[in-house]
């Protein structure tokens, strides 16, 4: 979907009021004022609601933005989950709320499922089932999930989506993008992201989530790669059933990772089940290259043998040789005690901006090094070391990637469920061995004999390129065509007084003019009268006192 402004007509009017609404509801005015100018301008003045904040001002800012999150619905929640995955972006006390957010909803009729069964594929899955439980197993604010039965005798779980729900994403989308475009236009220098790009990227992940053949796609990844390995258990995938909206696998009846007094209970072992499952997410992440996003104990079964059942596949992140590479780098930076090889590491990777201040950033860095040296490692878990790191982020406003976000939320999120079952365990220890690995592959020597040659061949590339580049920028500049783009900043407000005042002006000259007209008009004895007047005069004196009122309305509405 193409993410440009909202437009001109008002076709989604009832929805955009209803979300300015929900803002100012929770105290979020100043937010609707600074955009309140371009609204007025496209929408006019009634569109802005002029409602009172509701809650006690003894909310904190951070809550009363979850609140308005969970209040507008389903895009807004899966907005605030994806917000609270990026640390870099929002102040501690804002992604502790944000995690707060829970994607629990009320089933839908269960009438409604069987419509949307029998709609799919032509009626190919329903004519397959010999049985659908009514009651759901889960209901989320995307799908509800039901257990069900084929004509083979196989279990199976269907994730059907929610009917209308991808109507409702396209228009929030469409809102939030419009939003974030007025907010980049007024707020550009006070926000340290830019909101377009943001909004862009949740658009990424809430429409990948809605695309159920690709989380299919992802399980079969996931059950190939792991195939060999027993003491993880993938569910089986029914390809041929599902769709872009009904998804079909295997039920495994099984116990909640989270649960451990049934584990106990059941005759489980804690403590391998915490070492596998941090052993899960080390593969994924270092060998498959390809990692579940959201390992917390409600995604996670726990079958015979205290074998590990991943499950919901929905939000998934890639890790690439580039990502590998970065967290070698800053290894090595940590272990050699030098902060210039971290700096040369993010700059690598796109962190740091020309406005970062490098010197500063250096010395935090240095700083940080120093407190992990000075004590030993195994204290620390992965949630204080990407907590330090994230908060420098968010300090020097460094560019984080969203793939390294959800990276280091999915080893938090494994390591906060470990910890819980065994909390002796020492996950820095369970890490070890993908570590030398993955330094042993960036330091090989046929392994950088190999990144040589390539570089070598994008140089050739370069200089291939660079003559005909160079003919194309002079040919213009001869031609005339050559330009600069030049753009003002800050001059909105200005501009907007201006024709704010260019308009009063005009009305005043106006009704100026009417009453002067009317005055001669009225002395003439022309056309039908009034009260002895000519109607055409008396029409002037009416129509220059409504401008006049008019006029009088709108600068007092303004205070200006």
């Given at each position: 979907?193409?993410?440009?402004?909202i437009p001109k007509t008002w076709k989604h009017l009832r929805r955009y009021r209803q979300i300015l609404g929900i803002l100012v509801k929770y105290g979020f005015s100043d937010v609707v004022n600074v955009i309140s100018n371009d609204l007025i301008t496209r929408f006019g003045e009634k569109f802005v609601p002029r409602l009172r904040t509701t809650l006690t001002k003894t909310a904190s800012r951070a809550e009363r933005l979850r609140l308005v999150f969970e209040e507008l619905g389903p895009t807004f929640i899966k907005a605030g989950q994806t917000?609270?995955?990026?640390?870099?972006?929002?102040?501690?006390?804002?992604?502790?709320?944000?995690?707060?957010?829970?994607?629990?909803?009320?089933?839908?009729?269960?009438?409604?499922?069987?419509?949307?069964?029998?709609?799919?594929?032509?009626?190919?899955?329903?004519?397959?089932?010999?049985?659908?439980?009514?009651?759901?197993?889960?209901?989320?604010?995307?799908?509800?999930?039901?257990?069900?039965?084929?004509?083979?005798?196989?279990?199976?779980?269907?994730?059907?989506?929610?009917?209308?729900?991808?109507?409702?994403?396209?228009?929030?989308?469409?809102?939030?993008?419009?939003?974030?475009?007025?907010?980049?236009?007024?707020?550009?220098?006070?926000?340290?992201?830019?909101?377009?790009?943001?909004?862009?990227?949740?658009?990424?992940?809430?429409?990948?989530?809605?695309?159920?053949?690709?989380?299919?796609?992802?399980?079969?990844?996931?059950?190939?790669?792991?195939?060999?390995?027993?003491?993880?258990?993938?569910?089986?995938?029914?390809?041929?059933?599902?769709?872009?909206?009904?998804?079909?696998?295997?039920?495994?009846?099984?116990?909640?990772?989270?649960?451990?007094?049934?584990?106990?209970?059941?005759?489980?072992?804690?403590?391998?089940?915490?070492?596998?499952?941090?052993?899960?997410?080390?593969?994924?992440?270092?060998?498959?290259?390809?990692?579940?996003?959201?390992?917390?104990?409600?995604?996670?079964?726990?079958?015979?043998?205290?074998?590990?059942?991943?499950?919901?596949?929905?939000?998934?992140?890639?890790?690439?040789?580039?990502?590998?590479?970065?967290?070698?780098?800053?290894?090595?930076?940590?272990?050699?005690?030098?902060?210039?090889?971290?700096?040369?590491?993010?700059?690598?990777?796109?962190?740091?901006?020309?406005?970062?201040?490098?010197?500063?950033?250096?010395?935090?860095?240095?700083?940080?090094?120093?407190?992990?040296?000075?004590?030993?490692?195994?204290?620390?878990?992965?949630?204080?070391?990407?907590?330090?790191?994230?908060?420098?982020?968010?300090?020097?406003?460094?560019?984080?990637?969203?793939?390294?976000?959800?990276?280091?939320?999915?080893?938090?999120?494994?390591?906060?469920?470990?910890?819980?079952?065994?909390?002796?365990?020492?996950?820095?220890?369970?890490?070890?061995?993908?570590?030398?690995?993955?330094?042993?592959?960036?330091?090989?020597?046929?392994?950088?004999?190999?990144?040589?040659?390539?570089?070598?061949?994008?140089?050739?590339?370069l200089m291939e390129d660079f003559p005909g580049k160079m003919r194309s920028i002079l040919s213009k500049a001869s031609s005339g065509q050559f330009s600069i783009q030049f753009e003002h900043r800050n001059l909105e407000n200005l501009i907007s007084e201006l024709n704010r005042s260019s308009n009063r002006l005009a009305s005043a000259l106006v009704i100026a003019a009417l009453i002067i007209g009317s005055s001669l008009v009225i002395q003439l004895p022309v056309g039908p009268k009034v009260l002895g007047y000519p109607l055409i005069g008396m029409?002037?004196?009416?129509?220059?006192?409504?401008?006049?009122?008019?006029?009088?309305?709108?600068?007092?509405?303004?205070?200006?």
């Open positions: 979907m193409k993410l440009t402004s917000l609270s995955m990026r640390p870099d972006l929002l102040p501690p006390e804002y992604i502790a709320e944000l995690q707060k957010l829970q994607d629990r909803v009320n089933p839908i009729p269960f009438e409604q499922i069987l419509a949307s069964i029998e709609s799919e594929g032509n009626g190919k899955l329903a004519g397959c089932l010999s049985r659908i439980e009514e009651k759901p197993i889960a209901s989320a604010s995307i799908a509800q999930v039901h257990k069900a039965t084929l004509k083979t005798g196989d279990e199976v779980v269907l994730k059907v989506q929610r009917p209308g729900i991808r109507r409702q994403v396209e228009i929030d989308i469409e809102i939030l993008s419009d939003i974030a475009r007025v907010a980049k236009k007024y707020l550009k220098d006070q926000i340290p992201v830019d909101p377009v790009e943001v909004v862009k990227e949740f658009d990424k992940v809430i429409h990948r989530e809605l695309n159920f053949l690709r989380e299919g796609r992802t399980i079969e990844r996931f059950r190939e790669f792991f195939s060999g390995d027993r003491t993880v258990y993938v569910p089986r995938y029914y390809h041929w059933l599902s769709s872009d909206k009904i998804l079909v696998m295997e039920y495994v009846e099984g116990i909640k990772a989270s649960d451990k007094e049934r584990l106990l209970e059941e005759g489980f072992d804690p403590e391998i089940i915490a070492k596998r499952g941090v052993r899960l997410s080390f593969r994924q992440i270092f060998e498959l290259g390809l990692f579940h996003a959201d390992p917390h104990g409600g995604n996670i079964l726990v079958i015979g043998d205290n074998v590990i059942v991943p499950l919901d596949f929905g939000i998934v992140g890639y890790v690439d040789a580039e990502m590998i590479d970065f967290i070698a780098d800053m290894l090595k930076g940590f272990v050699k005690n030098d902060p210039k090889i971290i700096i040369r590491a993010m700059e690598r990777m796109d962190m740091i901006s020309s406005s970062t201040d490098v010197p500063a950033l250096k010395a935090e860095i240095g700083e940080l090094i120093s407190n992990f040296s000075g004590s030993r490692l195994d204290t620390y878990s992965i949630e204080d070391i990407a907590s330090e790191i994230f908060n420098l982020a968010y300090s020097f406003k460094l560019k984080v990637s969203t793939r390294l976000s959800l990276m280091s939320r999915a080893l938090v999120t494994a390591e906060g469920l470990a910890r819980m079952l065994y909390p002796e365990l020492k996950v820095l220890d369970e890490i070890k061995p993908f570590v030398t690995e993955i330094i042993k592959r960036r330091y090989n020597p046929f392994v950088k004999l190999k990144k040589g040659f390539t570089n070598i061949d994008d140089l050739a590339l029409a002037g004196y009416v129509l220059a006192f409504i401008i006049g009122i008019k006029l009088l309305w709108d600068i007092f509405r303004s205070k200006k």
